[in-house]
């Protein structure tokens, strides 16, 4: 959906460059590739950074550092049996809510500039989870994975008022009393889709009982590979 949180505009302007470059015989960097999508976004008056165009153009799970205008980005490897367990735990859930990110990034900037104390203790906060977050995946045992996604949550809510919501509380409340352990919304919060963390046997009470108030489960599947193009023989 539109403004769902899911990063389509970032996955947009990677295709976009890819196939142009490809179209022009010119080879670009990863790096060149993100920026050109990234700059193109930000030209258009849309302020973003540069994780959605990564996670496009490798696929996979990854962990990126980001030191200024440079990414490092990490591939994250799991079994094949970890990601179908990590798979089998998770609910894909659109609110009902569309959102504009740049609005709500803008308030958040607006913020952390003006030197507000949350703001700023909450990012580092979220350093902090992704750091332990990627260490988890790379022992491979995903049983805080729920508790992470739910510590992430509740830091992100404090970056900005906007980035939570009624229905978006509605929905939590929901899916917490079905048994979900962890969950934090999509993207820039504020609407748009949430990802919820629960028991397998828990999913499908959970997966009704949120349809039954008008929420909307989005089957999905990790991809693997990223960015791929092709010219026709």
């Known amino acids: 959906p539109k403004g769902s949180g899911l990063g389509a505009s970032?996955?947009?302007?990677?295709?976009?460059?890819?196939?142009?470059?490809?179209?022009v015989e010119k080879k670009l960097s990863l790096c060149q590739l993100v920026d050109i999508a990234a700059d193109i976004e930000q030209e258009t008056g849309i302020p973003c950074g540069?994780?959605?165009?990564?996670?496009?153009?490798?696929?996979?799970?990854?962990?990126?550092?980001?030191?200024?205008?440079?990414?490092?980005?990490?591939?994250l490897q799991l079994t094949?049996?970890?990601?179908?367990?990590l798979h089998s735990s998770l609910?894909?859930?659109?609110?009902?809510?569309?959102?504009?990110?740049?609005?709500?990034?803008?308030?958040?900037?607006?913020?952390?500039?003006?030197?507000?104390?949350?703001?700023?203790d909450a990012l580092k906060a979220l350093r902090r989870i992704a750091n332990e977050m990627k260490?988890?995946?790379?022992?491979?045992?995903?049983?805080?994975?729920?508790?992470?996604?739910?510590e992430n949550w509740c830091f992100q809510k404090q970056l900005h008022p906007s980035i939570n919501t009624r229905r978006i509380d509605e929905l939590f409340n929901i899916a917490k009393a079905n048994g979900c352990s962890g969950g934090k919304a999509c993207g820039a919060?504020?609407?748009?889709?949430?990802?919820?963390?629960?028991?397998?046997d828990r999913i499908k009470s959970?997966?009704?009982?949120?349809?039954?108030?008008?929420?909307?489960?989005?089957?999905?599947?990790?991809?693997?590979?990223?960015?791929?193009?092709?010219?026709?023989?």
Not at 93 to 117: C, K, M, P, W
């Open 10 to 23: 970032g996955a947009l302007g990677i295709v976009l460059v890819g196939l142009l470059s490809d179209f």
């Open 50 to 75: 540069k994780q959605d165009h990564y996670a496009s153009l490798l696929g996979g799970i990854n962990f990126l550092r980001c030191q200024g205008e440079s990414v490092e980005a990490t591939s």
């Open 80 to 85: 094949q049996e970890s990601l179908e367990e």
């Open 91 to 120: 609910l894909l859930v659109y609110t009902g809510e569309s959102h504009f990110s740049g609005d709500i990034l803008r308030n958040v900037v607006d913020a952390y500039q003006a030197g507000n104390r949350g703001t700023h």
């Open 135 to 150: 260490q988890m995946f790379q022992t491979r045992d995903l049983s805080d994975f729920g508790q992470l996604l739910d």
């Open 189 to 200: 919060g504020g609407g748009g889709c949430l990802l919820f963390h629960c028991n397998p």
């Open 206 to 233: 959970t997966r009704n009982a949120l349809e039954g108030v008008g929420a909307r489960v989005i089957p999905f599947r990790f991809d693997l590979q990223g960015l791929r193009t092709w010219s026709p023989q």
